[in-house]
């Protein structure tokens, strides 16, 4: 029974030791995840005036849907129109033409990468990431899905349309 003791006391040990690196390589997971996760940004709560969108940054916009395409629209309040990217998830006609909205995201490149939509009776919709390094690679601010060739690369997905097949020859004569 003496030998029984030792070894019984080492499965202890061994189980003890297990218990403690899964606890330790858990927390250590869990705050390498915190570290790495994108800040919190908000949106200023204040919608401005389409006409005032001339620097890039995070901004509020209210007006009137004037036109839908795919996941894209037009905004149009009393000062001008803007152009609203709703990004992969804006696909679901999440919008109808003279729809009144509030929409927040960043202002970049002459057009509205929308992170919120918010509709005339308060339903908030989530769309994608505030910050410029969303879905893609660090320092890119492509979308996944967004068209552009080299989505093809970027694994599953929407991918590109194959190119249209060439028309048939005419007859010689």
């Known amino acids: 029974m003496s030998t029984e003791h030792p070894k019984r006391t080492m499965r202890i040990k061994r189980t003890i030791a297990a218990v403690a690196l899964v606890a330790v390589g858990g927390a250590g997971g869990a705050f390498a995840i915190a570290q790495t996760r994108p800040s919190v940004t908000m949106a200023p709560a204040t919608p401005v005036a389409i006409r005032s969108l001339?620097?890039?940054g995070i901004v509020t916009i209210r007006g009137r849907v004037a036109e839908v395409y795919g996941?894209?629209?037009?905004m149009a309040d009393a000062t001008g129109r803007a152009l609203v990217d709703a990004g992969p998830g804006g696909q679901d006609a999440l919008?109808?033409?003279n729809d009144p909205v509030t929409v927040q995201g960043r202002y970049d490149d002459g057009f509205i990468h929308a992170a919120f939509l918010v509709a005339a009776?308060?339903?908030v919709t989530a769309l994608g990431p505030l910050d410029r390094h969303g879905p893609g690679r660090p320092g890119d601010d492509r979308r996944p899905?967004?068209?552009?060739?080299?989505?093809?690369a970027a694994g599953p997905g929407p991918a590109t349309p194959p190119a249209p097949a060439a028309a048939p020859e005419a007859p010689k004569q």
């Open 54 to 56: 001339a620097s890039d």
């Open 71 to 74: 996941n894209k629209f037009v």
């Open 95 to 97: 919008v109808k033409r």
């Open 121 to 123: 009776d308060g339903k």
């Open 145 to 152: 899905g967004d068209g552009r060739p080299d989505d093809r």
